[in-house]
Each structure stands twice: as structure tokens, then as C-alpha cells.
Nanobody, 113 residues
């Protein structure tokens, strides 16, 4: 399975972006999907997690601002990011898991103050 992340860019604080993670095959049976991010000099951290049959979970710093969801018909997972802050600046990665994990290549999000 190949994952293609897109949608990153430069946005002012308070703005919005929607990230997409397109899979090369059906995502219907994936057990676990998530978005991670890695800021310069920091460890990669989970941002939002979506499990099959479960409710989404979010990191404390993005609760109420970010929404993870998927469109199985399009084999795509999304991350809607609102009220962006400079501290959200990072490379964002998508990951999906079934038997093993599959990672996308990352997309840069830069939030200017």
C-alpha cells in the first residue's frame, strides 16, 4: 500500500488547511489510521487517531481545532485543521495499519504569526 499525503502549505495564524492522505488501495479494512507530526528538533508525535469502529482521539494541543475523518469511497483520510497556530508548524505524516504500518511521505505545514 502506498500513501500520498498532500495539502500542506503556508498559512497565517488563525487560518485553516485540509490535509489529505490518499491510499493506493481500499482503506475499508484498515484497523488504525492516524496523523503524526514532527517539528524541527522534536520527536514525531501523534496528532489524531482513527480506529475502526471507534471514536477519533486527538492530542491535547489540537483538540477542538483539528478533525480526522475518512472517505472510504475515495480511499482517502483527511485532517481538517482550523484555528492554526505557529506551534502547529511541522511536517505532517499519515499512517495506516493493517498487519503492518504504512507511512506517507509527509507534507509541510507552516503557520506564520
Amino acid at each position: 500500500v502506498q500513501l500520498q499525503a498532500s495539502g500542506g502549505g503556508l498559512v497565517q495564524a488563525g487560518g485553516s488547511l485540509r490535509l489529505s492522505c490518499a491510499a493506493s488501495k481500499s482503506i475499508f479494512s484498515f484497523d488504525f489510521m492516524a496523523w503524526y507530526r514532527q517539528a524541527p528538533g522534536k520527536q514525531r508525535e501523534p496528532v489524531a487517531v482513527l480506529t475502526s469502529g471507534g471514536s477519533p482521539n486527538y492530542g491535547d494541543s489540537v483538540k477542538g481545532r483539528f478533525t480526522i475523518f475518512r472517505d472510504s469511497a475515495k480511499n482517502t483520510m483527511y485532517l481538517q485543521m482550523n484555528s492554526l497556530k505557529p506551534e502547529d508548524t511541522a511536517v505532517y505524516y499519515c499512517v495506516m495499519y493493517k498487519d503492518r504500518d504504512y507511512w506517507g511521505q509527509g507534507t509541510q505545514v507552516t503557520v506564520s504569526s
